[in-house]
């Protein structure tokens, strides 16, 4: 059997690799249109920040050490033109000598990718656009990158990112790095689509962090050369001039060559394969990111390029090719991203592509902590999960936050791909010591809410339902009256848990009561005591304040765009000498209200004049510090964010010393 693979990356080559460790007997041949097979596409965007420092790293394998661990054939700048299928041939270029010849085939696997997309917008072909799929894209960004970045240049140099997808954060957190000044435009109104949109707000605030502008609901309307640098025109007629520009708008299927041999495509575009990965050709097999695949979820036709499933796609053909019969499950979609220090991901299901479909579903909050709050280094991650009413079938989860948030989302992606229910969460065992997790892990706390809610113990109200909120409602603050005066939602009235018992007599049984506090746990507990003393209409706020904040993000800072960094540079600054040392106060790993709490105990100690230095992981604490300093007259003279979702306070006592 002779089989002709064309593409030489994660589908290809996982296929061939495979199908000689099950056939010995087989000619197999690669063609490869690009300089290198079997090169590490994922770790471009690191070598160009300097993360990867060896661009020979990146190249695991070349055809010399192919043939001779796997007698494969593979050949590189070989172009695959054109496939006749009545012959079983395909006509190839070798773009080395330009000879055109043809290969034939007993079975063909056609793993040519996803090419990037490139909008038809004037100047698009300007020679400092650069996409990035393979090392000579890289070549040439990090050319430029040098020669912008040249020494003795007084300003840095600067680029624009256009997306802010996987590959453009990535992208822009890189040429950070490597010290540019990075605009980042995303056309829809949040970066990292995948996710929905209130899980996508840390990133941006991540971003703006580390110096990245970042403009939502921005799209680019044309490009434009100035002196041989590039500007981009954004819709509305803003502009970023820029040394370089990164287009990073998305990928479509490469199935130019399967559709001019008459093979379908699917509705989303990709090569149409059965379960066996096989078209309608009987001969030929496709895989990765050129095909459509089943969402193993939703169940619908779609496309996923993921280097994970494209490796295992490639592993089903080479089985089916060598007489197995291996069938491919459908993707979930899970996928992951680093974004400077903060992680986010998601597996399975989003709440809008589930709205879009028009499919039943719950969801809950929770902001647990990567591992036990009392030991360093952690922070609360935000994590929604999505289940299904009726059965309680996980259907998605999406994690952003700092330490742990990558293991919980693979816990999520098994227990989809195993069909768990939110009840088995409750029960999964999870490997626990402090530095790791907690006896009580996010993904058994997720199984504990999700199940509470789905048995009647807890019933949740939604940020986006504020506006709807029933008729003669009463908004139940249920946090410190010190926290309640710092800031609260409209109309809300504070019964702070800790008197709640007492208070109770004020309060009708039968009017609607929407309960909320900081993350959820105060008002679920208020809620409990309230359903147990006979309130009837009880709900308390999914996620509480800081997932509402994210669902209704603060307007746009001064200057009108909320683009602007809201600190100037990450990291660890300095702060201002004053001459006295601080009292330093450590919250980190202290849920809200335990920072502020601590916060006020220790300033009450101190002589007007002092000044105090208050680290937290609460991604409340900046907000709060600020408001409680102005309600005090005590200065804070700077709120600096570090790594790991630390903020850092220092704040001048009242008075003079
Ligand atoms: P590819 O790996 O793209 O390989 C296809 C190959 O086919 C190409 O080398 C192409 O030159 C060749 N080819 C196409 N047409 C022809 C032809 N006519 N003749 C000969 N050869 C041809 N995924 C993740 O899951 N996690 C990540 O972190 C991640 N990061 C990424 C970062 C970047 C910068 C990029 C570009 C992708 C990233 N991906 C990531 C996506 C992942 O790399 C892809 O999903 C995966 O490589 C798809 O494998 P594939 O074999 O289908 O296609």
Redesign the pocket.
């Known amino acids: 059997m002779k089989v002709l693979i064309?593409?030489?990356?994660?589908?290809?080559m996982s296929a061939a690799a495979r199908l000689r460790r099950l056939d010995e007997a087989a000619e197999i041949v690669v063609?490869?249109?690009?300089e290198h097979v079997s090169f590490a596409?994922?770790g471009?965007?690191y070598h160009i920040g300097g993360v990867i420092q060896e661009r020979d790293s990146l190249l695991l394998q070349t055809p010399q050490t192919l043939k001779e661990s796997l007698n494969l054939d593979v050949r590189t700048r070989?172009?695959?033109?054109n496939i006749d299928r009545a012959g079983r041939r395909v006509q190839v270029t070798d773009l080395a000598t330009g000879r055109e010849y043809d290969e034939p085939y007993d079975k063909l696997v056609l793993?040519?990718?996803?090419a990037p997309l490139r909008p038809p917008l004037p100047s698009v072909d300007h020679p400092r656009l650069f996409t990035?799929?393979?090392l000579a894209d890289m070549d040439r960004i990090l050319d430029v990158v040098a020669a912008t970045a040249a020494p003795g240049k007084n300003t840095p140099a600067a680029a624009v990112v256009i997306g802010g997808g996987?590959?453009g954060l990535?992208m822009a957190e890189n040429l950070r790095h490597r010290g540019l000044a990075v605009e980042l435009v995303e056309m829809l109104d949040q970066v990292l689509p995948p996710l929905d949109p209130e899980m996508a707000r840390d990133l941006e605030t991540g971003l703006r962090r580390h110096g990245v502008g970042v403009h939502l609901g921005a799209a680019v309307a044309a490009f434009h050369d100035r002196a041989g640098r590039i500007a981009v025109e954004i819709k509305g007629g803003r502009m970023f001039e820029a040394d370089l520009a990164i287009l990073a708008a998305g990928v479509k299927p490469?199935s130019a060559?399967a559709t001019a041999c008459g093979l379908d495509c699917g509705p989303r575009g990709g090569i149409r394969v059965d379960a066996h990965l096989r078209t309608a050709d009987p001969d030929i097999y496709a895989?990765?990111?050129?095909i459509e695949v089943v969402d193993a979820v939703t169940g619908q036709p779609s496309v996923i390029?993921?280097?994970?499933p494209?490796n295992r796609q490639g592993r089903i053909v080479a089985d089916n090719l060598a007489g197995r019969d291996s069938v491919y499950p459908g993707t979930q979609g899970t996928?992951i991203v680093k974004l400077f220090d903060l992680t986010a991901g998601g597996t399975g299901a989003s709440e809008k592509n589930l709205q879009r479909l028009g499919r039943p579903y719950r969801k809950i909050y929770l902001h647990p902590t990567g591992h036990a709050g009392y030991y360093p280094g952690t922070a609360p991650m935000h994590l929604k999960l999505l289940f299904a009413p009726d059965t309680g079938k996980i259907l998605g989860a999406q994690i952003t936050g700092y330490d742990g948030v990558d293991k919980r989302l693979d816990v999520f992606a098994t227990a989809i791909r195993a069909g768990l229910t939110v009840e088995d969460l409750q029960q999964l065992e999870l490997a626990y010591a402090p530095p790791y997790g907690a006896a009580k892990d996010p993904v058994n706390m997720a199984g504990f809410v999700a199940a509470n809610l789905r048995r009647g113990d807890v019933a949740f109200w939604y940020a986006e339902e504020l506006p709807t909120l029933p008729a003669g409602h009463l908004l139940l603050d249920v946090r410190s009256p010190q926290e309640f005066e710092l800031g609260h939602l409209p109309g809300a009235v504070n019964f702070p848990l800790s008197r709640l018992r007492e208070q109770l007599d004020t309060l009708a049984k039968d009017r609607p009561l929407r309960v909320y506090c900081k993350v959820g746990l105060r008002s679920y507990l208020a809620y409990r005591l309230l359903r147990q003393r006979g309130f009837m209409d009880v709900q308390t706020l999914a996620g509480g304040l800081l997932t509402f904040n994210r669902v209704h993000p603060a307007p746009a800072a001064p200057g009108g765009t909320g683009d602007r960094p809201v600190a100037p540079t990450f990291g660890a600054a300095p702060v201002r000498a004053t001459g006295r040392s601080p009292l330093r106060v450590d919250c980190c790993g202290l849920q809200c209200p335990g920072p502020l709490q601590r916060l006020a105990r220790e300033a009450a100690a101190l002589k007007p004049g002092n000044e105090l230095v208050v680290t937290a992981t609460d991604p409340g604490f900046p907000a709060d510090a600020k408001a409680w300093c102005e309600g005090q007259g005590h200065a804070l003279l700077e709120m600096m964010p570090l790594a790991g979702g630390r903020n850092e306070a220092r704040i001048r006592i009242s008075g003079t010393a």
Not at 6 to 12: E, H, K, Q, S, T
Not at 111 to 114: D, E, K, L, N, V
Not at 305 to 308: K, R, S, Y
């Open positions: 064309i593409g030489g990356v994660a589908a290809g063609l490869e249109r690009g596409n994922c471009l965007p070989h172009e695959a033109r793993c040519p990718g996803a990035l799929r393979n996987y590959i990535e490469d060559l895989a990765g990111d050129a390029p993921l280097a994970g494209a996928a």
